[in-house]
């Protein structure tokens, strides 16, 4: 059994903009348009969309998408977040995709591919991650010396040495229901931005032998965040991208057949 919970309560100040931040629109549509379409894509039991700022314009825009609205009273981190949605999942035994709501590029395939990876590897966790040229702020991915994932660390908290990494926390998450909501009891708020940190989870699971996972997705612009005017700009741009990449073969066919 698969569930969803999709993060959409973050401020997005930096779009300065009135607006719900995963409401402004990539390519005409609101981004967590796409993401509710990749992920219904899956057949999940339920998708839990946790609201916050300018939660009555997300509810509004959503109220026809069959989707359970969870409030995340206090922005007190992504930990927080996602335990903000426990309650519709009480005696949920499956797994959970935790998905951020400004990844509009995420495709069905690729969580497809992340979920057979969890299952393959029997994990507790499993964390899409991607390689950047500019990992910028993005949280890092610590593995070990075999090349097994050891923690995340949030580039708030990250030394200059950890910065150097180039490997990425995507913020997708696979979870193992039974293990998720016990380990987000035991996150603490002991970190730079005094929030609790569901990259935490790792870490407490770890401490518990659990097995984590990671697997690095095929296409970096899948894992783009949208926070800014800027990037999502960007989006648009690898959005448009990949638009005329899947057209070429059908262009392609289409000439040799009017030959």
Known sequence: MLGVIILAAGAGKRMKSDKAKVLHRLAGRPMVDYVIETVRK?????????????????ISHLKGERVIFCVQERQRGTADA????HGPFMGFGGQIIVICGDTPLLRTETIEALLKHHID????????????????QYGRIIRDTSGNLERIVEFADADEEIRAIAEVNSGT??????????????????????EFYLTDVIEVLKKEN??????????????????SVEQLKQAEKALAARV????????????????
């Open 244 to 259: 005329a990449k899947n057209l070429k073969p059908l262009l392609e066919y289409q000439l040799q057949e009017g030959r």
């Open 42 to 58: 899956l057949q999940p039991a339920k998708i839990a969309v946790v609201v916050g700022n300018r939660m009555e314009q997300v």
């Open 210 to 227: 659990k097995i984590v996972a990671a697997m690095a997705a095929e296409d970096n612009a899948e894992i783009l965040g949208i926070n």
């Open 121 to 136: 590897k029997t994990a507790s966790a499993t964390v899409l991650t991607a390689v950047l040229d500019d990992p910028a």
């Open 82 to 85: 996602v335990l903000s949605a």
């Open 173 to 194: 998450y696979i979870f193992e229901a039974n293990d998720l909501w016990p380990a987000l009891e035991k996150v603490d708020m002991d970190n730079m931005q005094g």
